[in-house]
């Protein structure tokens, strides 16, 4: 059985932008009960109206950091780890992807929307739901 990215991805994704503040953040994670949330910006006159820019990802983990509720979320997002997958992609090769580039979360996208969000955590949860005895 192939299973692909679109069978066991998160949604519906929360992005933010650079300006929110990481206080803002902090809270909307403790909510939602999220580890991540892709920093986007809209391209302007875009061939597609919704076509998003992921400009960075902040995790729990920049947000766990030193830092003051007023800073932005641009101040500590990751800009330079952010990794994107097709719906369609296999979960070996999403997780591949992962060990690859030592990241524990990947965006889903097709043609510049956010479809979904696969985290180190979506991974345990698939491996858990199939028997591997």
Do not use: C, W
């Not at 933010?16 to 949330?37: D, H, P, T």
């Not at 992921?54 to 780890?81: C, H, L, P």
């Not at 719906?87 to 979360?105: E, F, G, I, N, T």
């Not at 985290?119 to 005895?133: G, K, M, Q, W, Y």
């Amino acid at each position: 059985m192939r299973v692909q990215v679109k069978d066991f991805m998160s949604t519906p994704v929360i992005t933010a932008i650079g300006e929110n503040s990481v206080g803002e953040i902090r809270e909307l994670m403790k909510n939602k009960e999220i580890l991540a949330i892709p920093i986007i910006s809209y391209v302007k006159d875009a061939p597609m109206r919704n076509d998003t820019v992921i400009r960075g990802i902040i995790t729990v983990t920049d947000v766990s950091k030193d830092v003051s509720n007023n800073a932005t979320v641009e101040d500590v997002m990751t800009s330079s780890k952010v990794h994107v997958v097709h719906p369609d992609s296999s979960a070996s090769a999403a997780a591949k992807m992962m060990l690859r580039h030592k990241v524990h979360h990947i965006v889903v996208m097709e043609e510049g929307e956010i479809k979904g969000i696969i985290s180190s955590i979506d991974f345990v949860n698939l491996v858990a739901e199939h028997t591997l005895e």
